[in-house]
């Protein structure tokens, strides 16, 4: 099996400190956190940014500023800022921060869909196009970010009409409210439709976090686990950093024999330039 790699998605932007304290806004906390979770083992960091005050932003200066604040503090970690951005944000605003140095990944998201409950989050045929050749215009490697059967897909169309490139990397996401449960069945079947050549991390959402990285790492998949996903560390207790849930992975790779990849070794087995 491959060595593991874990992304950690430090920040998000669907929570705040009044879900969990921890979560980061300043470009202090963001670096801290960013750090923190390389120590612990991620090789990855899933990128969303805030403004001091906590509210979501895509704009490229802050994220340059964070980016080169993680990177003065952990220059080998690899950066992958979400191109998700907040439900309701324009592509214009969601775009800006694949423009940054010092990035290596994207997050590509690959349908529209109910997020969370009453909220759209819009991802048409057009803006997966459009984002799609940026991302790859800048030499970066698009994670492609699937909620459902749906969405794999539109990225194996996508891949036929050269669009998206062989070999492609997915993140698989579980329980979402308006995307696939998080389920075995569920789980193995998404895996199938994969092609042979691509690679996949492995999500889940809230409680089922600790769970898909079970199964993922039983599997052979990479796993992402952090605060965007889940606040808590078990139930009722909430996570004080990212790298207490990272270690949590780590624990459990630890004792299911997998060893853990280093950014250099995550770089050879993604194949980023
Ligand atoms: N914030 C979510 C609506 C991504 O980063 O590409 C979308 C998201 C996905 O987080
Ligand atoms: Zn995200």
Same mark, same amino acid.
Do not use: W
């Given at each position: 099996m491959q060595k593991l790699i874990i992304t950690a998605a430090i920040c998000g932007a669907e929570v705040f400190k009044e879900d969990n304290p921890a979560i980061p806004y300043t470009i202090k906390e963001i670096g801290i956190e960013?750090?923190?979770?390389?120590?612990?083992g991620a090789s990855i960091i899933h990128l969303h940014v805030r403004e001091d005050d906590g509210s979501p932003t895509q704009s490229k200066e802050r994220f340059n500023a964070c980016i080169n604040e993680i990177k003065r503090r952990v220059s080998e970690v690899i950066i992958m800022p979400s191109t998700g951005g907040a439900v309701g944000m324009s592509d214009q605003e969601r775009i800006q921060p694949i423009y940054t140095e010092g990035i290596e990944m994207a997050s590509l998201d690959m349908g529209s869909m109910n997020f969370g409950g009453d909220e759209i989050f819009k991802n048409t045929e057009t803006t997966i196009k459009y984002f799609a050749r940026e991302i790859y215009k800048r030499n970066l490697k698009p994670e492609l970010e699937c909620f459902d059967k749906g969405m794999i897909d539109t990225a &194996?169309?996508?891949?036929?009409?050269?669009? &998206?490139?062989?070999?492609?990397?997915?993140?698989?996401?579980?329980?979402?409210?308006?995307?696939?449960?998080?389920?075995?069945?569920?789980?193995?079947?998404?895996?199938?439709?994969?092609?042979?050549?691509?690679?996949?991390?492995l999500t889940g959402i809230g409680r089922f976090e600790i769970f898909i990285a079970f199964l993922s790492i039983a599997l052979g998949g990479h796993v992402r686990v952090g605060l965007e996903d889940n606040i808590y560390l078990s139930k009722g207790l909430l996570a004080n950093s990212n790298a207490q849930l990272v270690e949590k992975v780590v624990r459990m790779a630890n004792e299911m024999g997998r060893d853990i990849a280093s950014p250099y070794e995550a770089r050879k087995i993604l194949g980023l330039k």
């Amino acid at each position: 099996m491959q060595k593991l790699i874990i992304t950690a998605a430090i920040c998000g932007a669907e929570v705040f400190k009044e879900d969990n304290p921890a979560i980061p806004y300043t470009i202090k906390e963001i670096g801290i956190e960013a750090e923190k979770a390389f120590l612990a083992g991620a090789s990855i960091i899933h990128l969303h940014v805030r403004e001091d005050d906590g509210s979501p932003t895509q704009s490229k200066e802050r994220f340059n500023a964070c980016i080169n604040e993680i990177k003065r503090r952990v220059s080998e970690v690899i950066i992958m800022p979400s191109t998700g951005g907040a439900v309701g944000m324009s592509d214009q605003e969601r775009i800006q921060p694949i423009y940054t140095e010092g990035i290596e990944m994207a997050s590509l998201d690959m349908g529209s869909m109910n997020f969370g409950g009453d909220e759209i989050f819009k991802n048409t045929e057009t803006t997966i196009k459009y984002f799609a050749r940026e991302i790859y215009k800048r030499n970066l490697k698009p994670e492609l970010e699937c909620f459902d059967k749906g969405m794999i897909d539109t990225a &194996l169309r996508m891949e036929k009409q050269g669009v &998206l490139h062989s070999p492609m990397h997915f993140n698989l996401v579980f329980g979402v409210r308006g995307g696939i449960n998080a389920s075995i069945r569920d789980l193995v079947y998404l895996m199938n439709e994969l092609p042979n050549d691509s690679t996949c991390t492995l999500t889940g959402i809230g409680r089922f976090e600790i769970f898909i990285a079970f199964l993922s790492i039983a599997l052979g998949g990479h796993v992402r686990v952090g605060l965007e996903d889940n606040i808590y560390l078990s139930k009722g207790l909430l996570a004080n950093s990212n790298a207490q849930l990272v270690e949590k992975v780590v624990r459990m790779a630890n004792e299911m024999g997998r060893d853990i990849a280093s950014p250099y070794e995550a770089r050879k087995i993604l194949g980023l330039k």
